[in-house]
């Protein structure tokens, strides 16, 4: 009981600051919701071979939220021809406006499309189902989530950003954080938890030195995404790039390793109690035996799911049957989901044989001592 008190205490104090977390300030840009109610397609005009006007429309979007809530505004949405910074919009259409103020005159211009109630939609959706389908253990788990959001967002990603901190401590200090909290709550404090952590931790050793040599290895630049080109170019210069590249390799494969660990731990404690005289060479056999059948089946979730994130890119390679099969491999953007994949998969590979060891050797020592 006074476990599920403290559970809820928890889980109620980390729900507490998720509004902070979900909501960040922006202190030099005033957003405010609002509707679309006209918007009218208009064509580049010129003027003596002189663009005047670009392609884009005229948009009329009443406020919906904070002191102008109901005024009517018009906006000019200007197209720049590129896909991914357009945000063409239609008559109904949700908002966020963009408010800027100077020398006493408003403007405003559309910001993004308002997606946060279909979010939310998710995201209790994700709840109910959690909560309904594994009752204490859904709370339990959204604890987890909760918590460990709060650790990624308000002490790992600021640290990030420090000029001169070794990254790589870093993120294996926060991988071995939210591992022993996922531990905890899941499994409760006792010898199973621990056992479950050895493997955890060893398989995320595992992970982190095949990461940080593949890095190295194969010249992996970090830079194979638009959000890790604006970051190194214009937020945070002094950044270690190759440092992100590790975290984000790290942290990917963290949720598969704890959950291998967890599972070949669990049917090592239910095989003692049902065979308590087992040697520990015995039980260290079984717990293999239960990791191979997982091992296939979550090397696969991996790796798929590093693909489903890379499918784009895959796409573009197959669009282009001409290029040779050396350069499909050599891509920088190719190699860098190459590289998270095996090696998130080995780092899993090897939480098996570490859990099912240091398992096998506490319930041996359990036994002694009773």
């Given at each position: 009981?006074?476990?599920?008190?403290?559970?809820?205490?928890?889980?109620?104090?980390?729900?507490?600051?998720?509004?902070?977390?979900?909501?960040?300030?922006?202190?030099?840009?005033?957003?405010?919701?609002?509707?679309?109610?006209?918007?009218?397609?208009?064509?580049?005009?010129?003027?003596?071979?002189?663009?005047?006007?670009?392609?884009?429309?005229?948009?009329?979007?009443?406020?919906?939220?904070?002191?102008?809530?109901?005024?009517?505004?018009?906006?000019?949405?200007?197209?720049?021809?590129?896909?991914?910074?357009?945000?063409?919009?239609?008559?109904?259409?949700?908002?966020?406006?963009?408010?800027?103020?100077?020398?006493?005159?408003?403007?405003?211009?559309?910001?993004?499309?308002?997606?946060?109630?279909?979010?939310?939609?998710?995201?209790?959706?994700?709840?109910?189902?959690?909560?309904?389908?594994?009752?204490?253990?859904?709370?339990?788990?959204?604890?987890?989530?909760?918590?460990?959001?709060?650790?990624?967002?308000?002490?790992?990603?600021?640290?990030?950003?420090?000029?001169?901190?070794?990254?790589?401590?870093?993120?294996?200090?926060?991988?071995?954080?939210?591992?022993?909290?996922?531990?905890?709550?899941?499994?409760?404090?006792?010898?199973?938890?621990?056992?479950?952590?050895?493997?955890?931790?060893?398989?995320?050793?595992?992970?982190?030195?095949?990461?940080?040599?593949?890095?190295?290895?194969?010249?992996?630049?970090?830079?194979?995404?638009?959000?890790?080109?604006?970051?190194?170019?214009?937020?945070?210069?002094?950044?270690?790039?190759?440092?992100?590249?590790?975290?984000?390799?790290?942290?990917?494969?963290?949720?598969?390793?704890?959950?291998?660990?967890?599972?070949?731990?669990?049917?090592?404690?239910?095989?003692?109690?049902?065979?308590?005289?087992?040697?520990?060479?015995?039980?260290?056999?079984?717990?293999?035996?239960?990791?191979?059948?997982?091992?296939?089946a979550m090397s696969n979730t991996l790796i798929l799911a590093?693909?489903?994130?890379?499918?784009?890119?895959?796409?573009?390679?197959?669009?282009?049957?001409?290029?040779?099969?050396?350069?499909?491999?050599?891509?920088?953007?190719?190699?860098?989901?190459?590289?998270?994949?095996?090696?998130?998969?080995?780092?899993?590979?090897?939480?098996?044989?570490?859990?099912?060891?240091?398992?096998?050797?506490?319930?041996?020592?359990?036994?002694?001592?009773?």
């Amino acid at each position: 009981m006074r476990n599920k008190i403290f559970c809820l205490a928890l889980l109620f104090c980390v729900l507490w600051q998720l509004p902070a977390l979900a909501a960040p300030a922006l202190p030099t840009e005033d957003l405010q919701h609002g509707v679309v109610r006209q918007a009218v397609d208009l064509q580049p005009t010129g003027e003596n071979n002189k663009l005047v006007l670009k392609k884009g429309q005229m948009v009329q979007v009443e406020i919906t939220t904070g002191p102008e809530s109901g005024k009517t505004v018009e906006v000019y949405n200007a197209f720049s021809g590129q896909t991914q910074f357009d945000i063409p919009v239609h008559t109904g259409d949700k908002v966020l406006l963009s408010v800027e103020e100077f020398q006493g005159k408003r403007s405003y211009h559309i910001s993004d499309y308002d997606r946060s109630l279909f979010q939310y939609v998710l995201l209790g959706l994700f709840v109910l189902s959690l909560v309904l389908l594994a009752g204490w253990v859904g709370v339990k788990s959204l604890g987890v989530i909760g918590i460990t959001l709060y650790l990624l967002w308000a002490w790992l990603v600021p640290n990030l950003l420090l000029p001169g901190v070794n990254i790589y401590l870093l993120v294996i200090g926060f991988c071995i954080a939210a591992g022993a909290i996922t531990l905890l709550f899941v499994s409760g404090w006792n010898l199973k938890s621990l056992a479950a952590f050895f493997g955890t931790l060893g398989g995320v050793l595992v992970a982190a030195l095949l990461s940080w040599g593949a890095i190295d290895w194969l010249y992996l630049t970090g830079m194979e995404t638009e959000e890790a080109v604006a970051l190194k170019l214009h937020f945070a210069k002094q950044i270690d790039i190759h440092g992100i590249l590790f975290a984000g390799m790290i942290i990917g494969a963290l949720g598969a390793v704890i959950d291998v660990a967890v599972s070949v731990a669990s049917a090592q404690w239910e095989m003692d109690k049902a065979c308590p005289e087992l040697s520990w060479q015995e039980l260290f056999k079984s717990g293999m035996n239960v990791g191979k059948d997982i091992m296939g089946a979550m090397s696969n979730t991996l790796i798929l799911a590093y693909l489903g994130t890379g499918l784009p890119l895959l796409l573009v390679v197959a669009a282009q049957p001409k290029l040779l099969v050396e350069k499909v491999i050599n891509f920088n953007g190719v190699v860098t989901e190459f590289a998270r994949a095996m090696t998130g998969s080995v780092g899993l590979i090897w939480a098996i044989p570490l859990t099912a060891l240091a398992s096998a050797l506490l319930l041996r020592w359990r036994h002694r001592g009773d």
